[in-house]
């Protein structure tokens, strides 16, 4: 699959109020300014057309937009959050899709954050987490049928997004923590287990020719590159400290 396109929201001054369980203290904003703009580039460099929204100071945590909408080529679903401080987040990202995509969106009583759901060539796995609750799912699902994806719900485990613990990489090539719950609901895929010590680069990204991946985590990095891709690292420090990874910074379609 080829992405020509990004959205990323750049961080706001009240970025150290977003929602956080890291114990990592508290980010420095013009640090995080800089992580962002370097992530920006990567993604230019990956060969995407970006859109680069404003910062909104009344959302701490809405440069992190992947979890405001599952996107693909041809058509959007704009989610749910289930932390209530970030519901709302979804309707500023809903009027910047809605020239781009067809649009379906999530409805109450469901929930569904956009860090829950990957995706793998024609298959969505949807992970029920404390953010994406089981009728937010059965609405993905029927969604995407529509459109002649396979999609399969799983459980997610101690972690605050499915993506957080597995990401896929094409060619069947999936990178996942040690203890993932739902191991075995990927068997069929060659799985490139990373270190207990490295689980925060689990969430590394495929994009195009090149997979990015944080800095500071030397065995993955060089697990992915013996699998043949090319790595962009990207210091990610102050995104880590609120509980975002790299994939959680844009929408990619
Ligand atoms: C939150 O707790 O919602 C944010 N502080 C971090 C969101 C990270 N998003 C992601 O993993 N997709």
């Known amino acids: 699959r ?18 956080s369980t890291a114990n990592l203290g508290k980010p420095n904003y013009q640090l995080a300014l800089k992580q962002h703009e370097a992530y920006c580039e990567a993604l230019i460099k990956c060969g995407l057309e970006l859109t680069v929204l404003d910062a909104n100071p009344d959302f ?8 405001t909408a599952v996107v693909t080529p041809e058509f959007g679903v704009i989610a749910r959050p289930g932390d209530p401080q970030r519901l709302g987040e979804e309707q500023e990202i809903k009027s910047v899709l809605a020239p781009m995509l067809k649009l379906h969106y999530i409805e109450a009583p469901g929930t569904l954050e956009g860090g829950d759901i990957m995706q793998a060539d024609n298959t969505f ?9 089981l009728a937010g799912s059965k609405q993905l699902h029927k969604i995407l049928a529509q459109y002649n994806y396979n999609t399969y719900s799983v459980p ?36 490139l287990i ?19 991946v944080p800095k500071g985590f030397p065995k993955t990095k060089s697990g992915i590159k013996q699998l043949g ?10 995104f880590q400290k609120m509980d975002g990874g790299l994939s959680c910074l844009s929408l990619r379609f």
């Not at 701490?60 to 979890?67: A, I, K, N, Q, Y």
């Not at 896929?168 to 075995?184: A, P």
């Open 194 to 212: 990373v270190d207990r010590a490295e689980e925060y680069a689990a969430n590394s990204l495929r994009i195009n020719n090149y997979v990015l």
């Open 229 to 238: 891709y090319a790595v962009i690292e990207l210091d990610l420090s102050e």
């Open 156 to 191: 997610v485990c101690n972690l605050l997004h499915f993506k957080t613990g597995v990401n896929y990489l094409g060619g069947n090539n999936l990178i996942m923590h040690r203890d993932f719950c739902s191991k075995d609901d990927f068997k069929g895929y060659n799985q």
């Open 60 to 67: 701490p945590d809405s440069c992190f937009v992947e979890d």
């Open 2 to 19: 080829t992405f020509t396109k990004a959205i990323v929201r750049k961080p706001a001054e009240t970025f150290a109020n977003g929602i």
């Open 125 to 133: 796995y949807i992970g029920l987490s404390g953010r994406t609750n």
